[in-house]
T-cell receptor, first 113, second 115 residues
Framework: GDSVTQMEGPVTLSEEAFLTINCTYT??????LFWYVQYPGEGLQLLLK?????DKGSNKGFEATYRKETTSFHLEKGSVQVSDSAVYFC????????????FGAGTRLFVKA | DADVTQTPRNRITKTGKRIMLECSQT?????MYWYRQDPGLGLRLIYY???????NKGEISDGYSVSRQAQAKFSLSLESAIPNQTALYFC??????????????FGPGTRLLVL
């Protein structure tokens, strides 16, 4: 079945450092890919998405590109801030089987001032 | 006001008790979901409903049941709670509109502790 694998955390960075969180997936067909973010004490919220190969999703300085050839959707940000500290989830929604969403295990990011 | 609300936000119960977690949404979405979150495991789907008359099991439905009382309400019940059901529970919604049908909108979560 479909699956999502993302790098284990926690990831600890200093403010203004470059961030990469790796995500790879296994799916049949052409899924849509997502990054969700969970701030402390809150539910998940959509950060960005891409629906087809080579699409780039972007939001709040974060970017991720849908790479079908490597089945990857890595999250990047050029300069992180303390306020980016959160848990980040990579996810996919397949276009078969009722559009169910599969989530990765989550990667916790700590940004130090 | 929040679009997706969950009650209670925190609950402590004892093994063997029946409890209900409630979810309400004002987004007008047809689809509703229940997930549980455990450290290191991400979110796992318990049940989902695509409309009031449609209920489907997710990957970990054993020990749980649901009720879709209306388009806006989707309740999760633990018939006889056990300690390994201690987790953070999330309700989510999504919409059939083609442009955004796959994005899910989450409630704030219910933290459940089963003693």
């Amino acid at each position: 079945g479909d699956s999502v694998t993302q790098m284990e955390g926690p990831v600890t960075l200093s403010e203004e450092a470059f961030l990469t969180i790796n995500c790879t997936y296994t799916a049949t067909g052409y899924p849509s890919l997502f990054w969700y973010v969970q701030y402390p004490g809150e539910g998940l919220q959509l950060l960005l998405k891409a629906t087809k190969a080579d699409d780039k999703g972007s939001n709040k300085g974060f970017e991720a590109t849908y790479r079908k050839e490597t089945t990857s959707f890595h999250l990047e940000k050029g300069s992180v801030q303390v306020s980016d500290s959160a848990v980040y989830f990579c996810a996919l929604t397949g276009n078969t089987g009722g559009f169910k969403t599969i989530f990765g295990a989550g990667t916790r990011l700590f940004v130090k001032a | 006001d929040a679009d997706v609300t969950q009650t209670p936000r925190n609950r402590i119960t004892k093994t063997g008790k029946r409890i209900m977690l409630e979810c309400s949404q004002t987004k007008g979405h047809d689809r509703m979901y229940w997930y549980r979150q455990d450290p290191g495991l991400g979110l796992r789907l318990i049940y989902y409903s695509f409309d009031v008359k449609d209920i489907n099991k997710g990957e970990i439905s054993d020990g749980y049941s649901v009720s879709r009382q209306a388009q806006a309400k989707f309740s999760l019940s633990l018939e006889s709670a056990i300690p390994n059901q201690t987790a953070l529970y999330f309700c989510a919604t999504s919409d059939l509109k083609l442009a955004d049908q796959e994005t899910q909108y989450f409630g704030p979560g219910t933290r459940l502790l089963v003693l």
